[in-house]
């Protein structure tokens, strides 16, 4: 399957500073991507819906100044977590779109990256 | 907004037991997807859906696409111990939109 790659896998940062998470697809050209967290023994949160080359999309409650996300290629998407705080601590995971030729449209992921704010 | 309820929540079996996890959901979905999630890892899809009663395997995994388009299960036969993990449906109302998760089901087995 096609194959995305997250970086990095684990951070570990003060309060107040700011993390930036890369998300790549590496054998596909992604226009859209998509960023979620994810809490312990929950199910995953849509945080935001990235496209290529404009603003992305946030969910209701998602703070995007607080969330900034750049989908500045097809095969890239950046999330910022500005001025991080510990409730910002997560597991957050991003999926990038092949749409496969419209039928088989389809998410892969990534690993994820585990963010601890001390 | 949608609603998909996936069932059963956890799962204790036997390894060499079958396994049957299901999702329905409130409204039309024209594609169905099954991810395993390991510990610290993020979701790996496992079999993908996109036409009602189809029905797709994959290795001992087996999904079916249901005929009202509002339901989706997984079988796992034969089951062994690294098929632990959480098991996740997600379904699409439309090409390119969002996906809608289920909430899981923690498979456990014991050898």
């Known amino acids: 399957g096609a194959v995305v790659s997250q970086h990095p896998s684990r951070v570990i940062c003060k309060s107040g500073t700011s993390v930036k998470i890369e998300c790549r697809s590496l054998d596909f050209q992604a226009t859209t991507m998509f960023w979620y967290r994810q809490f312990p023994k929950q199910s995953l949160m849509l945080m935001a819906t990235?496209?290529?080359?404009?603003?992305?999309?946030?969910e209701q409650g998602v703070e995007k100044d607080k969330f900034l996300i750049n989908h500045a290629s097809l095969t890239l998407s950046t999330l910022t977590v500005t001025s991080a705080h510990p409730e910002d601590s997560s597991f957050y995971i991003c999926s990038a779109r092949d749409p496969g030729g419209g039928r088989t449209d389809t998410q892969y992921f990534g690993p994820g990256t585990r963010l601890t704010v001390l | 907004g949608q609603q998909l309820n996936q069932s059963p929540q956890s799962m204790f079996i036997q390894e060499g037991e079958d396994v049957s996890m299901n999702c329905t959901s409130s409204?039309?979905?024209?594609?169905w997807l099954w991810y395993k999630q390991d510990p610290g890892e993020g979701p790996v899809l496992l079999i993908a859906l996109y036409k009602a009663g189809e029905l797709t395997s994959n290795g001992r995994l087996t999904a079916q696409f249901g005929i009202t388009r509002k339901d989706s299960f997984l079988n796992i036969s034969a089951s062994i111990p690294s098929d632990v993990g959480i098991y996740f449906c997600?379904?699409?109302?439309?090409?390119?939109?969002?996906?809608?998760f289920g909430e899981g089901t923690q498979l456990t087995v014991n050898p």
């Open positions: 990235s496209n290529e080359g404009s603003k992305a999309t946030y």
């Open positions: 997600a379904g699409r109302e439309t090409s390119g939109s969002r996906l809608t």
């Open positions: 409204s039309i979905f024209n594609t």
